[in-house]
């Protein structure tokens, strides 16, 4: 888990990363769940909402984005987001290498 400006720094070092992005539902949901759980002080939820208003600007720089409104469905998007990049034709060509050579 990493920020935007993290995920930058890893991009450069390696360019076929898949960068996923979770994005709250909305804004108001987002403040509701820091508020619910009653671990920071009003303050701290405002610098916390400010932050997340600054990573949501970067959204599109990133290949993936899954919305966690609910828990269960995010975590089935992100299982498949993996599957999927595990899958694309750069990675099968590195791991399948020998056995495509049987098919020249």
């Given at each position: 888990e990493i920020d935007w400006q993290g995920a930058q720094q890893v991009r450069r070092l390696f360019p076929a990363m898949?960068?996923?992005?979770?994005l709250p539902p909305s804004i108001a949901e987002l403040e509701r769940r820091l508020l619910h759980r009653a671990k920071?002080?009003?303050g701290v939820i405002a610098k916390r909402l400010a932050s997340a208003r600054e990573e949501v600007s970067h959204v599109l720089e990133f290949e993936y984005i899954?919305?966690?409104d609910r828990f269960e469905?995010?975590?089935s998007d992100l299982q498949s987001v993996v599957r999927a990049a595990r899958v694309t034709r750069a990675q099968q060509r590195l791991r399948l290498e020998s056995l495509?050579?049987?098919f020249k």
């Amino acid at each position: 888990e990493i920020d935007w400006q993290g995920a930058q720094q890893v991009r450069r070092l390696f360019p076929a990363m898949v960068g996923i992005f979770i994005l709250p539902p909305s804004i108001a949901e987002l403040e509701r769940r820091l508020l619910h759980r009653a671990k920071d002080s009003p303050g701290v939820i405002a610098k916390r909402l400010a932050s997340a208003r600054e990573e949501v600007s970067h959204v599109l720089e990133f290949e993936y984005i899954i919305v966690n409104d609910r828990f269960e469905a995010a975590i089935s998007d992100l299982q498949s987001v993996v599957r999927a990049a595990r899958v694309t034709r750069a990675q099968q060509r590195l791991r399948l290498e020998s056995l495509l050579d049987e098919f020249k």
